[in-house]
């Protein structure tokens, strides 16, 4: 089985949130948490000190399609 890179131009979203820890607004990463009924719980970390500055739920509308 072979898989196809996708494009991950996701990756390239880049925003800013306040962290506790720098006590000012850092570039964050995001990284799914967890897989829940109602969507895909995402958490944004600092990139400096790895502090949790936040947690998104986003709707996975967009299931991949497996073809046999
Ligand atoms: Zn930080």
Known sequence: MTRKPQPSFTQLEASLLFCPKCREA???????????????????????????????IEQDDDK?????
């Open 26 to 56: 850092m570039p964050v990463r995001k990284q799914l948490l967890l897989i829940l009924p109602e969507g895909n719980k995402f958490e944004y970390r600092c990139t400096t000190c790895a502090s949790t500055c936040g947690e998104k």
């Open 64 to 68: 991949p399609r497996i073809l046999m």
